[in-house]
């Protein structure tokens, strides 16, 4: 969901969707980062790198760019980020994998999920716009289809949460990117300060009064959530977590 113009991030610590007796392991499990395991540029790529090849085969490029794979890992770890970081992406990549299967295009949500906070500037100008554009670039400049860089284009640009998802696929990718809505409230409560982190800059007032303003427009929804697994496990947390939020913005 956006902070003050941006798409959110999932702390890696909450829970994900699935029965932990029949959920594979994520593929990126050994590579993302946590309070105890910090971040390794050298140990990332090689942890990274056969989840990464995988993707781009199923999106029949057989050629997977190590060094674009490098860039990414580089963005997410810039010293701005609070929240769209490595914990981040993991965290996305956990809850995603628990839902792999109800997807029609796997890999292009996987491909999403890795550009749709490559480029995160603040204050924010077109970061989703920029960030969806490069990821249509890559994936022509590798061969794939203009079908499959249109619809990785269209999930980018869908984390801007401003339109109403016209695919399965994004309903997917936007209930993964809005999960920390429904986390713990000690989770929910952590996310809401590491966004404030980010945004340092922004007085307070002005950040009270946009922050205010996008978490109402959540409220208003019918659903949060667009699919069945994230409303069943997050819907009723969430607005739980967004009233606290929007209560304590107001005081």
């Known amino acids: 969901m956006p902070a003050l113009g941006d798409a959110p991030i999932i702390d890696v610590g909450e829970e994900c969707i699935g029965d932990p007796r029949t959920a594979r392991c994520c593929r990126y499990d050994q590579a993302i980062p946590t309070p105890d395991r910090k971040p390794d540029a050298r140990l990332s790529l090689m942890q990274y790198k056969k989840a990464w090849q995988s993707?781009?085969?199923?999106?029949?490029c057989p050629h997977a760019d190590l060094a674009l794979l490098q860039t990414l890992l580089a963005r997410y770890s810039e010293p701005h980020r609070a929240y769209h970081t490595l914990q981040h992406l993991g965290a996305?990549?956990?809850?995603?994998?628990?839902?792999?299967?109800?997807?029609?295009?796997?890999?292009?949500?996987?491909?999403?999920?890795?550009f749709h906070d490559a480029i995160y500037e603040i204050p924010a100008v077109g970061n989703e716009s920029q960030s969806a554009d490069w990821a249509r670039d890559v994936l022509r400049s590798e061969g794939a289809s203009n079908e499959v860089a249109a619809r990785v284009h269209a999930l980018v640009m869908a984390t801007c949460h401003n339109t109403l998802?016209?695919?399965?696929?994004?309903e997917i990718l936007l209930d993964v990117?809005?999960?920390?809505?429904g986390?713990?409230?000690?989770?929910?409560?952590?996310?809401e300060a590491q966004i404030r982190a980010e945004y340092a800059s922004v007085p307070e007032d002005a950040f009270k009064s946009r922050r205010l303003r996008i978490l109402e427009q959540f409220m208003a929804r019918g659903g949060i959530f667009q699919t069945v697994?994230?409303?069943?496990?997050?819907?009723?947390?969430?607005?739980?977590?967004?009233?606290h939020?929007?209560?304590?913005?107001r005081a």
Do not use: K
């Open 177 to 181: 990117d809005l999960a920390i809505l």
């Open 183 to 191: 986390a713990q409230t000690t989770l929910f409560d952590a996310y």
């Open 165 to 170: 998802p016209q695919t399965p696929d994004q």
């Open 92 to 114: 996305c990549f956990r809850h995603f994998d628990a839902v792999r299967h109800t997807a029609a295009h796997p890999e292009e949500i996987e491909l999403a999920l890795w």
């Open 55 to 60: 993707m781009w085969r199923g999106l029949g």
């Open 229 to 243: 697994n994230f409303s069943a496990r997050y819907e009723a947390q969430a607005r739980a977590n967004l009233r």
């Open 245 to 249: 939020s929007i209560a304590a913005l």
